[in-house]
């Protein structure tokens, strides 16, 4: 993805079945967020705060589909900074339905308003994912601006070190092909320090606070699986082998992750749940972001069941010791599986092992710039989220009152119920 994002190439000719392609993974996106992620938290929550999930990840991935357009592409893709980009196209100036991003093919390019949105869409679902960490407690205003925040000051210089050609991160070789430090390692860290700062919710460890709905969650994880062959195979910006690639090794490694998580899952507990198999399809996929468009099928199976296993590992004893009401296990899975994920692409993207790098590329050198990558989203993500939860507590409050919490805050913050009395 990081090749083509931070310049108009007018020299370059639109490919017209590029286009097409970059139109749909556009699309399939936008299906992640909105039924996939909204349906798959929708239906781990309490039947009383079903709504109120829903309304904030839509609400919050509009908003952030808005700040991309006003700053966010801008601060991202234009300008030469290794932490940041320029103000240059604020509110898009200068970008034309004759503008053009080159893609990784010399002289081929798609139009730049295509790319604006594809990206739109990933800086959108990277917002939303962190509902999940603070979900059934918070006001909704404090998750706008804490999600408005941590847009500015964490998602905007990751996303440009990582994917712009100047990027500190891509200057020095670190592999993320579609997401596995920006989005996926990014929200989860977001969602840990915000369970921290909010605390837990009333009953967390003592009463049974069970999903109400697992046909709605699997439903999601589903449209969540679909929706990523866009998020994956769409990196690549162009319907070539590398496409071709990603949409193969998304789909094996979803397979794999499921298997993982399920036989464990048996082995330790007796049983293989459908909660279990629907977390481990999305931590397989999770964790094969980063690689799919440079590990080969192999290396994505193997991948994928790592994700599959860590998956299980951190939203169980991981979670227990971090002693936060993770509400979703944002960072369990994402959070988890994103660093696993991160950490294997730089192992299974070498030639000897199936990979398309270069052959003069070494395992310890590979392994050291992706534990960079982590390090760098870790504490980045961690600082700003801790600062932005601070100023929010003090501007708007950051969680409902006890009363609300107890009856639900589908009623209490949006006068509305989900199902009939």
């Not at 929708?42 to 908003?63: C, D, F």
């Not at 169980?316 to 991160?342: P, Y």
């Amino acid at each position: 993805m990081s090749a083509s994002a931070h310049a108009s190439a007018s020299a370059s000719a639109v490919d017209k079945g590029d286009t097409a392609w970059m139109l749909v993974a556009t699309l399939l996106v936008v299906l992640m967020i909105a039924p996939g992620l909204a349906l798959f938290y929708g239906g781990l929550v309490r039947g009383k705060n079903v709504l109120s999930v829903l309304v904030q990840v839509l609400v919050v991935a509009a908003m952030a589909c808005v700040l991309w357009i006003a700053y966010g592409y801008s601060l991202t893709f234009d300008g030469g900074g290794a932490f940041v980009g320029g103000v240059g196209k604020v509110f898009l100036r200068g970008v034309t339905p004759a503008s053009t991003v080159p893609t990784f093919t010399a002289g081929v390019a798609i139009p730049e308003f295509v790319y604006v949105a594809f990206q739109g869409a990933f800086a959108a679902i990277s917002c939303a994912l962190v509902v999940g960490a603070i979900a059934e407690r918070a006001r909704l205003r404090a998750v706008l601006l804490f999600s408005a925040l941590w847009f500015t000051f964490a998602y905007l210089p990751l996303a440009h070190m990582v994917w712009a050609s100047s990027g500190w991160l891509f200057a020095r070789g670190a592999l993320d092909f579609a997401g596995g430090t920006v989005v996926h390692i990014n929200a989860g860290v977001a969602g840990l320090v915000a369970a921290w700062k909010l605390g837990p919710r009333i009953g967390f460890g003592r009463e049974r606070l069970s999903p109400h709905s697992l046909p709605l969650t699997l439903a999601g994880a589903t449209l969540l699986w679909v929706g990523w062959f866009g998020f994956n195979a769409g990196s690549a910006l162009e319907a070539n082998g590398t496409a071709a690639l990603a949409f193969i090794n998304t789909l094996v490694a979803a397979a794999a992750g499921v298997l993982g998580w399920s036989a464990i899952e048996a082995a330790r507990r007796g049983y293989a749940s459908m909660l279990g198999a629907a977390s481990g399809l999305v931590s397989g996929l999770v964790a094969v972001t980063p690689a799919c468009g440079t590990v080969g099928v192999g290396g994505a199976l193997a991948i994928g069941a790592c994700g599959g296993l860590a998956g299980f590992w951190g939203v169980g004893a991981l979670k227990h010791r971090l002693r936060a009401d993770d509400t979703l296990d944002v960072f369990g899975i994402h959070g988890v599986c994103g660093i696993v994920g991160a950490l294997l692409t730089g192992v299974f993207s070498l030639p000897a092992l199936g990979g398309t790098l270069g052959a003069d590329v070494t395992l310890a050198h590979q392994l050291a710039i992706q534990a960079i990558g982590i390090v760098v989203t870790l504490v980045l993500s961690g600082a700003v989220a801790a600062i932005s939860l601070a100023i929010v507590a003090r501007v708007v409050g950051l969680r409902v009152d006890t009363d609300a919490e107890r009856e639900g805050l589908d009623i209490t913050s949006h006068g509305e119920s989900a199902y009939a009395p």
